[in-house]
């Protein structure tokens, strides 16, 4: 069987909808997507269509996988890389890795990041075998709807939208694609607050505000104790929201302000492996 690429670019939101849902159907974890969303997801995540390869039968042009590709600056960034069902072991993962590395060096990317759910073996040796390397572990938390049952402490000043694009510049550390400053700048509904305690502890927390869920938390402690901070200041957002879901990616394993969480009613969803492919 023969393969052919076709550029993403080619095709409708509502076709590219449905060609990844198509990928996830047996997937551990499905996580399928509407329209609306894929087209979210497109804007605020910086897919460039007209380098993300769709796979194709060559005869028939059926559908057999996707890959799209993320880009800013020297970096890419692979996302939704799926294969359907009766396609895998066909070579149609091969090339779209292979079109995502040509695309990436034609670029000028010095790096190509990806993010894997952990335990998923045959993406993680898929892509240990093109060069990848694990670089941490990610946690994705999850929260229902309910009302704290204490109040929160401290002074709250909130955040719109400068003054919380201003909070995310001034952080010192990574932070991950889907919750870095340009994911956020390009997003449409997004705010934080600052908060300080009366010990001295203060710190800030930007997020995204969808219409039924809180999401893309982002936290840091700029003095004090991060627990104490993080648990205040999701006790305020929580009073405010308490009728909405929250749903947190990508916090490193080793996040200070994890606990907070897990004392506020959270519980880890799963683990994402962040992965990056250097070139020379």
């Known amino acids: 069987m023969s393969l052919k690429i076709i550029s993403a670019s080619q095709f409708t939101t509502e076709e590219l909808t449905d060609f990844y849902n198509q ?4 997937y551990l974890i499905p996580m399928p997507m ?10 605020d995540f910086d897919i460039d269509l007209e380098h993300s390869p769709i796979i194709v039968d060559a005869e028939t042009e059926e559908f057999m996988g ?3 590709l993320g ?3 020297e970096r890419t960034w692979i996302t939704r890389l799926g294969i359907t069902p009766a396609s895998r072991k066909r ?6 890795m292979n079109a995502i590395f040509d695309a990436s060096k034609k670029l000028g990317a010095k790096k190509t990041i990806l993010e894997v759910i952990k335990n998923n073996t045959p993406a ?9 390397k694990k670089n941490r572990e990610l946690l994705v938390l999850r929260r229902a709807p309910i009302r704290p049952p204490l109040s929160p402490e401290g002074e709250i000043t909130w955040l719109y939208r400068n003054d919380a694009l201003k909070a995310l510049r001034s952080h010192p550390h990574h932070l991950t694609w889907v919750n870095a400053l340009e994911s956020m700048q390009n997003a449409s509904m997004f705010q934080g607050f600052r908060i300080k305690l009366k010990d001295g502890t203060r710190g800030w927390l930007v997020y995204r505000h969808k219409k039924r869920t809180i999401t893309h938390f982002e936290f840091y402690t700029e003095q004090g104790n991060p627990v104490k901070m993080a648990r205040n200041i999701l006790l305020f957002l929580h009073f405010q929201y308490h009728r909405m879901d929250a749903y947190a990616e ?5 996040d200070p302000h994890l606990p907070a969480f897990f004392d506020l009613g959270y519980f880890e969803a799963f683990r994402r492996v962040e992965m990056v492919k250097e070139y020379n």
């Not at 509407?34 to 804007?43: G, K, L, P, Q």
């Not at 993680?124 to 990848?132: A, D, E, I, R, V």
């Open 66 to 68: 996707l890959g799209m």
């Open 71 to 73: 880009v800013r600056e």
């Open 91 to 96: 070579g149609a993962a091969a090339m779209a």
């Open 23 to 26: 990928t996830r159907v047996d």
């Open 250 to 254: 990508n916090f490193y394993a080793d």
């Open 124 to 132: 993680h040796t898929l892509f240990q075998k093109y060069g990848f």
């Open 34 to 43: 509407s329209v609306a969303v894929m087209a979210e997801y497109i804007h």
